[in-house]
């Protein structure tokens, strides 16, 4: 197992007084490309499992509460102080959410306060979602929400998502064909995480199977090399084709990582935490061009495995990836090292 280190030099580089920058020109910031509600709400996560992380956590709370805005939308890109419209998404909104569910316990109160209050704000908007992603972000965003056991209202909410969620894979699955949608495309691992998380709260045993059938599919598929192969983005996966093989994007591998972690919590099966870290392995050069995605100069995650190698630009969603994909295992092997070493 590679050592594992929070390297947050090229995060810090990445982030100004307003929060994180969306883009940079190799290691370079782009200021012109701005900021996005996506990049500041994973940034977030980031600085609450920082234990010097306070500042930041500060400024990227302060930048989802400043893209909330009066008529109710959550803006998903900011560049110099001008709000657009054309990136936001559903599962931008998903996003904040899980980074305000988590926030809204956070020992700052500054932060917790903001995030809670934007967590409240915004969350009935979950009601009319229908993209997958954003569905199953939002349903994990009520599971982690501290205060959620005590929310008759959102209790029902996260029923009403977890059989959203259901009732596509019922609508799509068929035998050899055990998902949400008719293609694979990005953030594939978010679907089964959020019904694995949905499980650990409440027991429903439909959510478990079905979280667990789609979650053994789509690892058949990624991790039949014996390594993860990401499915690229030129083209995606769709239903009874070849996955194209390229780019391959460090935020995948983040979700691949987080859902099968999340299995490994909610069903104790070794195996989900050893395919967590074939997984993490892909960002330190186990994956198909054997190359690392890390940038020791730097701290930075270049952008992508392309055909020709990597994408040498280290933006922010990728730096973040990787950062969010080392707390995720350094947790792991500060309860149980044996258990780490049992998968290396």
Known sequence: MYLIMLDYRHLNTMTDEEGILQFSIQNIPSIASGYTLDDNARALIVALHNPYGDKAATIYANWLNKAFLSDGSWCNLIVDGVYSSHLNSEDSIGRGLIACSLGANY??????????KLFNKILPQSKKFTSPRGI?????????????????????????????????????????????????????????????????????????????????????????????????????LVRGSTPPLFDQQPVDAASIIFANVEAYRAISEIEYLELATLAYQWYRGKNI????????????????????????????????????????????????????????
């Open 107 to 116: 020992e700052n109160k500054t932060v917790s306060s903001i995030c809670d």
């Open 136 to 236: 199953a972000y939002a349903l994990i965003a009520l599971s982690k929400y501290y205060n959620y056991k005590h929310n008759s209202q959102y209790e029902k909410l996260s029923i009403n998502l977890a059989n959203k969620l259901i009732s596509l894979y019922d609508k799509f699955s068929c035998y050899k064909w055990l998902w949400f949608e008719n293609n694979l495309t990005y953030c594939n691992g978010i679907l089964p995480n959020a019904l694995f998380s949905y499980y650990e709260i409440t027991g429903d045993r439909k959510a478990l199977k079905v979280g667990y059938n789609s979650l053994n599919f789509l690892n058949d598929i990624l991790f039949s090399q014996g390594y993860l192969n990401i499915i690229g983005n030129s083209g995606w």
């Open 289 to 344: 061009h054997s190359l690392s995605l890390y940038n020791p100069t730097t701290g930075g995650c270049y952008d992508a495995l392309t055909a020709e190698g990597v994408n040498l630009n280290q933006g922010a969603e990728s730096t973040i990836s990787l950062l969010l994909a080392d707390s995720l295992m350094l947790e792991f092997i500060k309860k149980d090292e044996s258990i780490i070493e049992k998968t290396s």
